[in-house]
């Protein structure tokens, strides 16, 4: 469908009911190493080629070793950098410096802007693609449910009102069936989870995707089994595939 906007991987587009209603915000999910940033990144590179103008904010990336590490997938940003279509900001969660004073000690002496900071960088962006990786430590900063809560809900409002389409990476809950906090999910309008499965009868686990929800889009159901190759992440066969042939994907 013409009006939809593409996650960069057909595969995952085609689970969507054809990729992304305008102006949502999906949430993806997963644990350390499931391949978050990678989706993120595919999600920036399909976009920019398609003409969108895009805004990455990371806490944990920089300009350099995004423009480096994303060429080992053949997405070269520098060309995008360089004529202002895409824009990385790297926001430094803290100042590295530590509080004595009794109230910031029971907040376990963490110092940072990044609360009020992220906001103010997306009230301002004109960008059409916004991608936060990741919402968590925005929401590590908070001191409670109600603020988290309260401060996500600003966030999107915020988005909503820049007209852009958003995707947030999270890390995902103990149990694997949502995000930490178990907040953005229901905040948002879609969510992607990424994860492990390990039959008993399998040397290794298996990388599996699903779609959870996506308003207003008749989205697949199905567990899909992924990897991360040389073109990014790659969708194989459905997981009950996979068990049926003890493990082969295709």
């Known amino acids: 469908m013409s009006d939809r906007i593409t996650t960069g991987n057909a595969d995952i587009d085609e689970m969507l009911g054809g990729g992304i209603l305008p102006q949502q915000v999906l949430v993806a999910s997963g644990p350390a190493g499931a391949g978050k940033t ?10 920019l080629q398609r003409g969108k103008k895009c805004l990455f904010i990371t806490a944990s990336d920089d300009e350099s070793s995004i423009e480096k590490n994303s060429l080992n997938f053949g997405w070269e940003f520098e060309k995008y950098i360089l004529s202002g279509q895409l824009s990385v900001i790297n926001i430094n969660l803290a100042r590295g410096e530590y509080s004595l004073a009794s109230d910031m000690l029971e907040g376990g002496g963490l110092i ?11 009230k301002t962006s004109d960008a059409d693609i916004l991608i936060i990786d990741s919402i968590t430590e925005f929401n590590d900063l908070c001191t409670s449910e109600l603020e988290r809560r309260a401060r996500l809900l600003d966030i999107r409002r915020i988005i909503k009102e820049t007209g852009a389409t958003a995707l947030w990476t999270a890390e995902s809950s ?20 990424l994860n492990r499965f390990q039959p008993e009868d399998f040397s290794q686990f298996l990388y599996i995707i699903q779609v959870i929800k996506m308003r207003w889009v008749a989205h697949s159901k199905e567990l899909r089994v992924y990897s991360i190759s040389e073109n990014g992440i790659e969708l194989k066969s459905p997981l009950y595939t996979a068990l049926a042939s003890s493990g082969k994907v295709g």
Do not use: C, W
């Open 174 to 193: 103990p149990d694997g069936h949502g995000t930490k906090y178990g907040i953005a999910e229901y905040v948002s309008d879609g969510l992607i989870l």
């Open 112 to 122: 940072s802007d990044y609360l009020e900071k992220l906001p103010r960088i997306l």
């Open 38 to 47: 990678i989706m993120a990144l595919q999600f920036a590179y399909g976009n």
